[in-house]
């Protein structure tokens, strides 16, 4: 470790012990997610419904791993799809640029993979005339179909490393069965990421109209799996860097 990342370790171990920095994170998190903050933000173009401090997260661990494929559940107007992209050719142009080569933008090497039950034409339609979708294979269907699971695995192929993020439907069932379907696509020493696991810690009117809430969420599907799994464990120094997250306890590290 260089001396700044040594001093980064110390302050974040010092984290769960400040509970005015806790307090305040909770705050705003609980503040603004009422405001539907997380609704504001474009990456590249496309809406991201993601909070910046994900986001950063997200772009540490893509440079720390070197994902050759990025899964992911749940696709909305496809701004993740476009980050997770945008971070894989930045890797590639980075590794074109050190070897002394040149990066053909029609022929990627890694590539992201997209689920969603319902993906709405108008959407699809931007993805696929964003110049970041050579790098993007979308497909349409449930996510824990056996089938649609089939041809996530096909998709990944024999990729060395994989990294997966689950943020499709959030209630403890469905995402138990992602975790079942698709953690074990994710490689070791990479990361399986459950988003909105914070459903767990909010009042239940911030689930507004939807089918999950406390006791039924992303957090509780993610404590139930882990017993059954000790290949990954939870990153907790990711949640306390971040102090603000919608996936607290989401950030899972296969060990290895």
Known sequence: MTEFEKEVAARLEQ????????????????????????????????????????????????????????????????????????????????????????????????????????????????IEAHPMA??????????????????????????QTVMVCLDSNHTHDHVLAELEAYAPMVTPGSYCIVYDTVVEDLPKELSFDRPWGPGDNPKTAVHAWLPDHPEFEIDKSIDRKLIVSVAPDGFLKRKG
Not at 98 to 110: C, T
Not at 148 to 155: K, Y
């Open 15 to 126: 984290v769960p012990g400040d509970a005015i920095l806790l307090e305040s994170g909770a705050d705003f998190l609980q503040s603004s997610i009422a405001a539907r903050y997380s609704y504001n933000f474009f990456w590249l173009g496309r809406p991201i419904i993601q909070y910046p401090q994900d986001i950063v997260a997200f772009q540490e661990l893509v440079w720390q791993v070197k994902p050759d494929v990025i899964v992911e559940t749940g696709i909305a107007h496809g701004g993740s799809l476009i980050l997770s992209a945008s971070l894989l050719a930045m890797l590639e142009l980075c590794e074109a640029t050190q070897a002394g080569e040149v990066v053909d933008p029609n022929a990627p090497r890694r590539r992201v993979v997209g689920i969603d039950i319902d993906i709405r034409a108008h959407n699809c339609a931007a």
């Open 134 to 159: 050579p790098r993007i294979t979308m497909i349409e269907g449930s996510s824990i179909a056996p089938g649609i699971v089939d041809q996530v695995r096909d998709a990944v192929g024999a990729a």
